[in-house]
């Protein structure tokens, strides 16, 4: 089991910038990735960010250049930098951790709600 707390959330005008934090505990020894996902209202849950356990990391096209994934290995938090912010990236962030072990498991934050002001 891996539990995750995010926290960074807010209103910021467009052209700002906001940094969101995920705390993961448990079996985090366990994690193959962790990434950022989120969901506007009326669509579905998209990935952002994701890093690996590796440190590779992969972004959304919309992102690619604006937002960038960091990891704290001794805090086991993960971040998401998010610059130059539109009001399209107006939605609810989801922190997640995904275990492969044979079958993939996914853990969910709260979610933490972004909403960028024009």
């Known amino acids: 089991q891996v539990q995750l707390v995010e926290s960074g959330g807010g209103l910021v005008q467009a052209g700002g910038s906001l940094r969101l934090s995920c705390a993961a505990s448990?079996?985090?020894?366990?994690?193959?990735?962790m990434g950022w996902y989120r969901q506007a209202p009326g669509k579905q849950r998209d990935l952002v960010a994701e890093?690996?356990?590796?440190?590779?990391?992969n972004y959304a096209d919309s992102v690619k250049g604006r937002f960038t994934i960091s990891r704290d290995n001794v805090k086991n938090t993960v971040y998401l930098q998010m610059s130059s912010l539109k009001p399209e990236d107006t939605a609810v962030y989801y922190c997640n951790a995904m275990i492969q072990a044979g079958v993939r498991y996914d853990y969910w934050g709260q979610g933490t709600q972004v909403t960028v002001s024009s």
């Open positions: 448990g079996s985090i020894f366990s994690i193959s990735a």
């Open positions: 890093i690996t356990r590796g440190g590779s990391t």
